[in-house]
């Protein structure tokens, strides 16, 4: 780990308290759980959208 890291490492993170690191972990998988679902509906949209098009 370089020490570039380490310092921008302390600017983001440096005044958390560790329940404020166990929350952001917390919404960033709950973030990418939300993003995953909204590509998986999309993908169903774009499915449903092609089968419509081609019964008519």
Same mark, same amino acid.
């Given at each position: 780990?370089?020490?570039?890291?380490?310092?921008?490492?302390?600017?983001?993170?440096?005044?958390?308290?560790?329940?404020?690191?166990? &929350? +952001? %972990?917390? #919404?960033?998988? $709950?973030?990418? &759980? +939300? %993003?995953? #679902?909204?590509? $998986?509906?999309?993908?169903?949209?774009?499915?449903?959208? $092609?089968?419509?098009?081609?019964?008519?």
């Amino acid at each position: 780990m370089s020490e570039q890291s380490i310092y921008t490492w302390k600017k983001r993170f440096g005044s958390f308290q560790p329940d404020d690191v166990r &929350r +952001l %972990k917390q #919404l960033e998988q $709950e973030n990418a &759980r +939300l %993003k995953k #679902l909204v590509a $998986e509906r999309d993908l169903e949209i774009e499915v449903m959208k $092609e089968i419509a098009a081609k019964k008519w």
